[in-house]
């Protein structure tokens, strides 16, 4: 019996493994990254770097890079050259071309364009930029777009590729990109810096490291976990939903419900470095962040303080307050409307209420408080029937501290209606829709008490 009880829990942890490994391979599957190489084949690409040619060192680890980048399931690639159709002088700034777009399997054509490029004109880095918006096919769900540029100079027609960037990033149609510059002047960096994340390569036999160090953020995602916090400084608030946004486009990013995994701790998540975030807690009220930055390949912890208690709006006569809502409001903004006998979490503090009883109940300074339900009881109700003669205008008022305050317009056609009414004393005025004159209104006083009802007749 007992190595059959083994059997079984072996036999349900295979199950468990491939299930997880499948649900990780369907995870991975639905996020494809599509990487752009904008390759710099314009006149300076002669040049001498070192002991080699630019041109002739930058496509060796662009080449060695789409060999790696082949074997990837979830990678596709394409290459726009600039500089290479027109000699200088003169200045052709529409010198760009998508020499091999997006499609599976193109590494090898790639390839051999890089091996065949023979730089001649001129830097239309902002152009090319602008023209990349067409390169990369629809956006659809769970697709990255990134730009990877190599670059030995700046912008030289009259195109501003900050400008551009910032455009297509907030268009959503790319992450920021990575620019790589070849021995460019240490001056040149700040022309970079606005466009997207600039590395300067200042030594031939690291630019190979560039190149892998760019491939690993833009493949790799990073761990990171959101701790709600407690009164008590601890992350043991959990079951509320989290939005990140993409801070450049608006754009919804991730959006997950927050979970305390079997440990006890905030559960991990695996999110794009690429992005900066702002980061909405769907507590109530809701808890905002702005941009929030993920360090590749360092483990993120984003701390939101997140104390929470219960409130719940509680009456004894369900049936005649079952649609019954209260208004939650922070000094007079609403932030929530909720239902009679429904607990709700809120962030801890004081909160006025508005329950919309007939005559609505203003109830102030209402203390929420770590981990414990606040009650409210609403008094229980009775009931008016009230009856008109005939058609006319008729107002209910309720009297307050010696004052009559308006409740309610019974409408001009009904000759009966019946009103669920908290305790109190009340005043009715009636005028026959026929009577052309203020003195022929009718007045009636009645009160109402918890559980009764009474009939009400001019």
Same mark, same amino acid.
């Given at each position: 019996?007992?190595?059959?009880?083994?059997?079984?829990?072996?036999?349900?942890?295979?199950?468990?493994?491939?299930?997880?490994?499948?649900?990780?391979?369907?995870?991975?599957?639905?996020?494809?990254?599509?990487?752009?190489?904008?390759?710099?084949?314009?006149?300076?690409?002669?040049?001498?770097?070192?002991?080699?040619?630019?041109?002739?060192?930058?496509?060796?680890?662009?080449?060695?890079?789409?060999?790696?980048?082949?074997?990837?399931?979830? !990678? /596709?690639?394409?290459?726009?050259?600039? =500089?290479?159709?027109?000699? +200088?002088?003169? $200045?052709?700034? #529409?010198? &760009?071309?998508?020499?091999?777009?997006?499609?599976?399997?193109?590494?090898?054509?790639?390839?051999?364009?890089?091996?065949?490029?023979?730089?001649?004109?001129?830097?239309?880095?902002?152009?090319?930029?602008?023209?990349?918006?067409?390169?990369?096919?629809?956006?659809?769900?769970?697709?990255?777009?990134?730009?990877?540029?190599?670059?030995?100079?700046?912008?030289?027609?009259?195109?501003?590729?900050?400008?551009?960037?910032?455009?297509?990033?907030?268009?959503?149609?790319?992450?920021?990109?990575?620019?790589?510059?070849?021995?460019?002047?240490?001056?040149?960096?700040?022309?970079?810096?606005?466009?997207?994340?600039?590395?300067? !390569? /200042?030594?031939?036999?690291?630019?190979? =490291?560039?190149?892998?160090? +760019?491939?690993? $953020?833009?493949? #790799?995602? &990073?761990?990171?976990?959101?701790?709600?916090?407690?009164?008590?400084?601890?992350?043991?608030?959990?079951?509320?939903?989290?939005?990140?946004?993409?801070?450049?486009?608006?754009?919804?990013?991730?959006?997950?419900?927050?979970?305390?995994?079997?440990?006890?701790?905030?559960?991990?998540?695996?999110?794009?470095?690429?992005?900066?975030?702002?980061?909405?807690?769907?507590?109530?009220?809701?808890?905002?962040?702005?941009?929030?930055?993920?360090?590749?390949?360092?483990?993120?912890?984003?701390?939101?303080?997140?104390?929470?208690?219960?409130?719940?709006?509680?009456?004894?006569?369900?049936?005649?307050?079952?649609?019954?809502?209260?208004?939650?409001?922070?000094?007079?903004?609403?932030?929530?409307?909720?239902? +009679?006998?429904?607990?709700?979490?809120?962030? &801890?503090?004081?909160?006025?209420?508005?329950?919309?009883?007939?005559?609505?109940?203003?109830?102030?300074?209402?203390?929420?408080?770590?981990?414990?339900?606040?009650?409210?009881?609403?008094?229980?109700?009775?009931?008016?029937?009230?009856?008109?003669?005939?058609?006319?205008?008729?107002?209910?008022?309720?009297?307050?501290?010696?004052?009559?305050?308006?409740?309610?317009?019974?409408?001009?056609?009904?000759?009966?209606?019946?009103?669920?009414?908290?305790?109190?004393?009340?005043?009715?005025?009636?005028?026959?829709?026929?009577?052309?004159?203020?003195?022929?209104?009718?007045?009636?006083?009645?009160?109402?008490?918890?559980?009764?009802?009474?009939?009400?007749?001019?």
């Amino acid at each position: 019996m007992k190595l059959y009880s083994h059997l079984i829990i072996a036999l349900l942890a295979v199950i468990f493994a491939q299930t997880s490994f499948a649900q990780n391979k369907a995870s991975k599957a639905e996020e494809k990254t599509r990487i752009l190489f904008i390759f710099d084949a314009s006149q300076s690409m002669n040049g001498y770097w070192e002991k080699s040619k630019k041109i002739d060192i930058a496509r060796k680890f662009l080449i060695r890079m789409v060999d790696s980048l082949e074997c990837e399931n979830n !990678v /596709e690639m394409a290459l726009r050259v600039y =500089g290479h159709q027109s000699p +200088v002088p003169p $200045q052709d700034c #529409n010198d &760009t071309k998508l020499e091999v777009p997006f499609s599976p399997n193109n590494a090898g054509k790639i390839r051999q364009t890089l091996r065949y490029l023979i730089p001649k004109g001129t830097t239309p880095i902002a152009h090319s930029l602008e023209l990349s918006a067409n390169d990369f096919p629809i956006t659809e769900n769970g697709i990255r777009n990134v730009v990877i540029l190599i670059t030995d100079g700046v912008e030289a027609c009259d195109g501003d590729p900050c400008e551009v960037s910032d455009k297509l990033q907030k268009a959503g149609i790319i992450l920021k990109p990575f620019i790589i510059g070849i021995g460019l002047d240490v001056n040149f960096k700040s022309s970079f810096e606005c466009i997207g994340n600039f590395l300067q !390569v /200042e030594q031939e036999e690291k630019f190979g =490291g560039t190149l892998e160090y +760019v491939m690993s $953020q833009v493949l #790799n995602k &990073t761990s990171a976990q959101v701790n709600l916090i407690d009164a008590n400084g601890s992350p043991t608030e959990t079951n509320v939903a989290m939005t990140f946004y993409n801070k450049v486009s608006g754009k919804v990013r991730y959006q997950f419900m927050h979970t305390i995994n079997a440990k006890g701790n905030p559960d991990t998540l695996y999110i794009d470095p690429l992005l900066t975030y702002n980061i909405t807690i769907h507590t109530i009220p809701e808890l905002h962040r702005d941009s929030v930055t993920i360090q590749p390949g360092k483990h993120t912890k984003i701390g939101f303080d997140t104390p929470q208690g219960f409130l719940k709006i509680e009456s004894n006569r369900t049936n005649m307050y079952k649609d019954l809502q209260t208004l939650v409001k922070i000094d007079t903004q609403i932030i929530n409307t909720q239902k +009679v006998n429904q607990s709700i979490k809120y962030i &801890t503090g004081k909160y006025n209420l508005e329950v919309l009883t007939l005559p609505r109940i203003a109830i102030p300074n209402v203390t929420i408080a770590q981990s414990t339900t606040t009650s409210i009881k609403i008094p229980q109700p009775g009931l008016a029937t009230i009856f008109k003669p005939s058609s006319g205008p008729c107002s209910l008022f309720v009297q307050r501290k010696g004052k009559l305050e308006w409740i309610y317009d019974i409408d001009d056609k009904k000759l009966r209606e019946t009103l669920t009414l908290q305790p109190g004393v009340y005043h009715v005025i009636y005028r026959n829709k026929n009577a052309s004159l203020s003195q022929n209104s009718r007045k009636t006083s009645f009160e109402i008490f918890s559980g009764k009802s009474r009939s009400v007749r001019f």
